[in-house]
């Protein structure tokens, strides 16, 4: 007899009855054909330690009427149990009737036997069972693998996107006068915001887990327009001109356009790249209207860009510089309280006010070192002696 489709090894087939005649004569029967490994059980409590052992068993056969555990009690521990859930389990009774056979099916029963049995029924009955079971554990085990991978595969695009995320924002960041930790820091102060800010009416509906993560995902690409403005203009350490100003602000337009061509690239909308475009191009609005690009105000400035507002210029404040120190928290925490309702939406602006301690803490967590100031101004040196 060839083995059962997909079974690479003997199947294991536990028989459970009370009575040793039955416990012999079954045994011996599934044995002559040395297709099976055998294992019995004379009592529920025995049954339910040998399926419940590591191997578990391919198949049950098991008695009904049994002293202690019933047989139906059995196979409902079993049916109830992660680990022995998916073993068939053919009753075997003496019990004929169609509400027996019924009651046996629909607790999870894969056959039902009654007896005296049939030997060419019982072997037939136990090969078609195992090959169900067989077909059933592939695609189990086939499920399982596309599951991993498919999880193995988002990781990775995770991955890739982070990568590039900061790639971009480095490679803005090289040519101004920022560090790279102002890229950690303001990722960090928005999701400090959001967390904060997720179950206040006028957010909720915008803040949920999703967004919170694509927030802090998108945020290093607030200033990615910057690499578009000319080095004597971006590295000017005084008062721009007005004309230079208008230059200058045009790096939120090139940075939303950058991201957007990025997006058309890809030929299709990406959650993090929505956010990052709001991001880019309004995070120098202000609440009364009197920011840039278009001089947006109140709550038709994206809500993504509000925050970032609130988180930008809160670094650029406490931040030293290569042509500056930064001021103390305290002196950032009362000109960002002056500008509630000016420069910034009021309710993120309390909201910041709250969670200050929290914005000093990653300050300092990634603070700019003396090393980091001090490779920036050899960067700008270089760059702008090669013009």
Known sequence: MPRPFGLAHKPTILIVDDTPDNLLLMSNLLRESDQYIIKA??????????????????????????????????????????????????????????????????????????????????????????????????????????????????LEVMAIQDVTIHAMASLAETRDNETGNHIRRTQHYIKVLAEHLRDHPRFRHFLDDETIKLLFKSAPLHDIGKIGIPDRILLK?????????????????????????????????????????????????????????????????????RMMAVADVYDALISRRVYKEGMSHDEALHIIREGRATHFDPDICDAFLACAEQFQHIAAQFADSDHDIAQKAAALQHIAGSH
């Open 41 to 154: 059980a004379n009592n529920g409590e025995k049954a339910l330690r040998i399926a419940q052992a590591d191997p578990p068993p391919d198949l049950i056969l098991l008695d009904i009427m049994m002293p202690g555990i019933s047989g139906h009690e059995v196979a409902r521990i079993l049916k109830a149990a992660p680990a022995t859930r998916d073993i068939p389990i053919i009753f075997l009774t003496a019990m004929a009737s169609t509400a027996d056979e019924t009651q046996g099916l629909e607790m999870g029963a894969a056959d039902y036997i009654t007896k005296p049995i049939s030997p060419p029924v019982v072997l037939a009955r136990v090969d078609t069972q195992l090959k169900v079971k067989a077909a059933a554990d592939f695609l189990r085990d086939k499920n399982d693998y596309l599951e991993q991978e498919v999880a193995r595969r988002t």
């Open 237 to 305: 350490p005084g008062r721009f001109t007005p004309e230079e100003f208008e230059i200058m602000k045009t790096h939120t337009t090139l940075g939303r356009d950058a991201i957007a061509h990025a997006e058309q690239q890809l030929g299709m909308d990406v959650g993090f790249l929505r956010l990052a475009k709001e991001i880019a191009y309004g995070h120098q609005e202000k609440w009364d209207g009197s920011g840039y690009p278009e001089g947006k105000a109140g709550d038709d400035i994206p809500i993504s860009a």
